[in-house]
């Protein structure tokens, strides 16, 4: 079982409600624009299945969203990926994949936290192993050329990650 929504333009969750699919794969992908998740506009869900976030320009995930495929008991891989160019960052609030593999791709700029430093110490990422690969920064304290960010709260607002650290001998 597959959900699938692709777009030739943007595509931007702004109600309340959020996507959701019951397991299986659910996919969103933008070819020539970017995807963005407005605040309260809820989660994008797939307990136990996997989501893939694929941008031809950038992903963002406003402050309070979610993506979470995680579980009581395990959960699914998820992959956020943005496009090549000036606009190509990937910006977070929750991802969520409980057991599940999280990688993160910002192939025109940089991997950011979107909660800014109100959060607290919440991890943005939880996942049992995380890629983070970005043209730019990860984390952000670089702006866009590898120029130190003049927004003091990207500056300060590192990414909190929670990764399984359970190994077998």
């Known amino acids: 079982c597959s ?14 409600g959020g996507v959701s699919a019951a397991g299986g794969a659910l996919s969103l992908v933008s070819y020539a624009a970017s995807i963005s998740q407005n605040a309260g506009a809820g989660a994008i869900a797939n307990p136990g299945g996997t989501i893939e976030l694929t941008a031809a320009q950038a992903v963002t995930l406003a402050a309070g969203t979610q993506v979470s495929t995680a579980t009581a008991n395990g959960g699914g891989a998820i ?17 969520l994949a409980g057991s599940g593999a999280v990688a993160l791709i910002a192939r025109g700029g940089s991997i950011e936290d979107a909660d800014g430093a109100t959060e607290g110490n919440t991890p943005d990422i939880v996942a049992s192993s995380v890629l983070l690969q970005a043209t730019e920064d990860v984390g952000g ?9 003049t927004d003091a709260a ?16």
């Open 3 to 16: 959900s699938d929504l692709a777009s030739g333009g943007g595509i931007r969750l702004a109600a309340s």
């Open 79 to 95: 992959r956020i990926a943005s496009g090549q160019g000036a606009s190509g960052s990937v910006r977070l609030a929750e991802v």
């Open 141 to 149: 304290a670089l702006g866009m050329g590898g120029v130190p960010s």
């Open 154 to 169: 990207r500056a300060t607002n590192p990414l909190e990650l929670q990764v399984a650290t359970d190994r077998k001998s």
